[in-house]
């Protein structure tokens, strides 16, 4: 019996790590009044009540981003109150953190805005995220800890709004081979992870045992930015960023539909249904049986889902589009389809 019991718990933990290893972990959309504090709604403060962090009326939109635009946004000083928020902790394979941002000024010397953190501590800054001035406009670098930042070497502009992607990714040969890396877009949002803007960076300090918090930093007022933050998210896989957004909690069945319009260029949409909860995959192919992209990959609740699917990387061509659903009580669905692009 103890042998039986032992198993269980065992075969329960693996399912529990599946499980959670593929999930969106937290979204942000700063769905409060405006004028209120963060710290009334979840978040934590860290130094200070002085400039509190704010939410504002309105805020940011960037296409194909499922969180954008619902809600207000917040904007971040250069100085005044830290604060943070809490997410459940990961510690292997890869966290993935998304956020919309628009930067009124910045200084030459830089600073960085936002930050993660593990669940034990409020300054141990495992990864943080910098601005600096360049030219009429900025640049974006990450640092590991308290190390000099690496900067991506586009310069971007002012009052623009850009679509920001931090990827902590654990390593398991030594205690300080954990990556970091940085992704800006300011365009259509790639179905399947890119090379990042600045990184892979390792660096020689220690690693963080989890990573459980993210921060928003107001910084020192001489090198600080002055910027709007907007629909943050929290994910372990690339196919929890690109667009799947839920359209209704109703299915009975199992279906993928035709994607529409078809042809199409470069977007097209596809939706899915399953009639409880399950892990999905799905992914594009060439003629030639060669993936091209996986714009789902992860676990949905019961219902019906739209897949913004955006080919601008492409040839013009026909493609295959597959998935496949394996449900908790052991269902398992699959079904493939064409579709075709002309550019």
């Known amino acids: 019996m103890r042998r039986l019991l032992l198993l269980f718990m065992v075969l329960l933990s693996l399912a529990i790590v599946e499980k959670t290893s593929s999930q969106i972990i937290l979204t942000e959309n700063f769905e409060y009044p405006a004028g209120d504090s963060l710290t009334a709604h979840g978040w934590t403060w860290i130094n200070s009540y002085v400039n509190r962090v704010l939410v504002a009326t309105g805020n940011l939109t960037y296409a194909g981003y499922v969180n954008s635009p619902v809600g207000e946004f917040v904007r971040l000083h250069n100085t005044g109150q830290d604060v943070y928020r809490q997410n459940d902790s990961i510690y292997n394979a890869n966290a993935y953190y998304s956020y919309l941002i628009r930067v009124d000024s910045v200084s030459a010397t830089g600073d960085y805005f936002s930050a993660l953190l593990p669940n034990s501590s409020t300054s141990n800054y495992t990864m943080r995220t910098f601005i600096k001035s360049a030219g009429a406009g900025f640049q974006i670098g990450i640092s590991k800890s308290t190390e000099a930042a690496t900067y991506a070497p586009t310069t971007y502009n002012l009052a623009t709004t850009y679509l920001v992607v931090v990827k902590y990714t654990f390593n398991t040969g030594t205690n300080q081979d954990d990556q ?112 091209v992209a996986a714009p789902v990959n992860g676990d949905y609740s019961r219902g019906t889902y739209a897949v913004d699917y955006n080919a601008a990387g492409l040839s013009s061509g026909i493609y295959i589009y597959s998935i496949e659903a394996k449900t908790e009580s052991g269902n398992i669905f699959k079904d493939t389809k064409k579709l075709t692009l002309i550019k």
Not at 198 to 216: K, M
Not at 235 to 255: D, K, M, Q
Not at 266 to 283: A, D, H, L, Q, Y
């Open 180 to 291: 970091l890396s940085l992704f800006v877009f300011s365009g259509a949002i790639p179905g399947s992870e890119p090379a990042p803007s600045a990184g892979p960076i390792t660096g020689a300090s220690t690693d963080s045992p989890n990573i459980s918090r993210f921060v928003l930093r107001q910084g020192t007022a001489a090198n600080a930015p002055v910027l709007d933050i907007d629909a943050i998210k929290v994910f372990r896989t690339w196919g929890n960023l690109v667009g799947v957004a839920p359209i209704s909690s109703v299915a009975e069945n199992f279906s993928l539909s035709q994607n529409y319009p078809n042809p199409f260029n470069p977007s097209t949409k596809i939706n899915f249904s399953i009639p409880e909860r399950g892990f999905v995959t799905m992914k594009i192919y060439d003629l030639l049986g060669k993936e």
